[in-house]
């Protein structure tokens, strides 16, 4: 059953102009706010209103997005309870989802290695807040075509690093919507740390590198298995039109090593390697362009 559509209702000083999207727990609105300009509106759905679980999970992503004040990140601005509903007031990030750029298939990997780096201090950043963001894919990241800028968004299934025994609060069909990006130690019920964000983000540089994702499982259930016992595509198996230096294909299943001990230590240690192998002397980068072809 819809919920009622709120654009034109002006809640706890924000004027909501027009729905923009909306999914399983909430509805996002394109908002106005006299002090703080535009803004995304974002509104836990009628129905769950009453679910303890369902507001604890909502405050809980508005409350860990608040820590973290980064140019990459999504600002958080405003979030609690106003004419019965519970609200979370977000910076408007301009451009598109990055889930839109990679429709067209793979990017450059100047591009690649860019959008990662840019990822990765992001990502550094709420880890140095103490959060583990846990749901990095494309959808959670806003690109800006003409500034060439990523902001990362949605923490509605983050974990706090510093409390271990914290409650999973996972939404219904998590692993059927991310599996794609999600770290093997995940689906093993084993209680994550920052280097499952970091084989996410492997998981997206390989993906802008090659349009394809490193398992290619054609059911949730294929996928999860691919994901628990067999090791990745490697790079340059992706296509057999695309080829890449060692170096950047080594990079790439450095962050997506199975065994966690074995990744690059930091997001930012990860995106340092790519940069390096893409970033190459003048024959080797030569050889590397040459080769790259889009689909």
Not at 209 to 234: I, V, W
Not at 239 to 266: C, S, W
Request: include cysteine; proline fraction near 7%.
């Amino acid at each position: 059953m819809p919920s009622e559509n709120l654009a034109g209702r002006t809640i706890a000083g924000y004027e909501l102009l027009e729905r923009v999207g909306e999914g399983g727990t909430a509805e996002v609105y394109r908002a106005r706010h006299p002090e703080r300009g535009p803004c995304a509106f974002k509104v836990l759905r009628t129905r769950l209103r009453s679910d303890p679980t369902a507001v604890k999970r909502f405050l809980r992503e508005a409350g860990y997005g608040a820590r973290v004040e980064h140019a990459g990140v999504v600002r958080t601005y405003d979030y609690g309870e106003a004419e019965g509903l519970h609200y979370l007031a977000l910076e408007w990030a301009s451009g598109k989802p990055l889930s839109d750029l990679l429709r067209s298939g793979p990017v450059a990997p100047e591009l690649a290695s860019a959008l990662t780096s840019q990822l990765a201090v992001a990502l550094a950043a709420a880890h140095g807040a103490g959060i583990i963001h846990r749901d990095l894919k494309p959808e959670n990241i806003m690109y800006d075509e003409a500034t060439g800028r990523v902001k990362l968004l949605d923490f509605g299934i983050a974990r706090d690093a510093e409390l271990p025994s914290e409650e999973r609060l996972t939404r219904t069909g998590f692993f059927v919507g991310t599996l794609h990006y999600v770290a093997p130690e995940a689906l093993s019920g084993e209680l994550v740390d920052s280097r499952a964000d970091i084989y996410s983000l492997a998981t997206i540089t390989y993906y802008l590198l090659t349009g394809r994702h490193p398992y290619s499982g054609g059911t949730p259930r294929e996928l999860f298995q691919q994901l628990l016992s067999e090791p990745p595509t490697p790079l340059n198996r992706a296509l057999p039109n695309l080829t890449f230096p060692r170096e950047l294909e080594a990079a790439v299943m450095h962050g997506l090593e199975r065994d966690v001990a074995r990744r690059p230590a930091t997001v930012t240690d990860f995106a340092a390697e790519v940069a390096a192998a893409v970033v190459a002397p003048p024959a080797q980068k030569r050889g590397l362009f040459t080769a790259f072809r889009k689909q």
